[in-house]
Nanobody, 114 residues
């Protein structure tokens, strides 16, 4: 059984930073590409960053240069360092495999506002 638990979100001012974490239980973490997804109110959920088991990363154009995804395979933990936050980054952030499995966590809320 796979469980995903996201944390680290919060309310920050524009230009601020956060570090999101996702702990993954189950055997999938070390064998699957992982990603961070986000869903803003009234919009569909979409992937913003992905990382392979070997550490190759890619990013959505809207976050490239500001967000950094990483993983610690020894801790079954996925991270997302988010810098230079903008109001349009406000969303509920989730982690999952790429492509996503049917086991979403509760997400962690990021709100960017002055």
């Amino acid at each position: 059984q796979v469980q995903l638990v996201e944390s680290g979100g919060g309310l920050v001012q524009p230009g601020g930073s956060l570090r999101l974490s996702c702990t993954v239980s189950g055997s999938i973490f070390s064998i699957k590409p992982m990603g961070w997804y986000r869903q803003a109110p009234g919009k569909e959920r979409g992937v913003v960053a992905g990382i392979t088991t070997g550490g190759y990363t890619n990013y959505a154009a809207s976050v490239k240069g500001r967000f950094t995804i990483s993983r610690d395979n020894t801790k079954n933990t996925l991270y997302l360092q988010v810098n230079g936050l903008k109001p349009e980054d406000t969303a509920l952030y989730y982690c999952n495999t790429i492509p996503p499995g049917d086991y979403w966590g509760q997400g962690t809320q990021v709100t960017v506002s002055s």
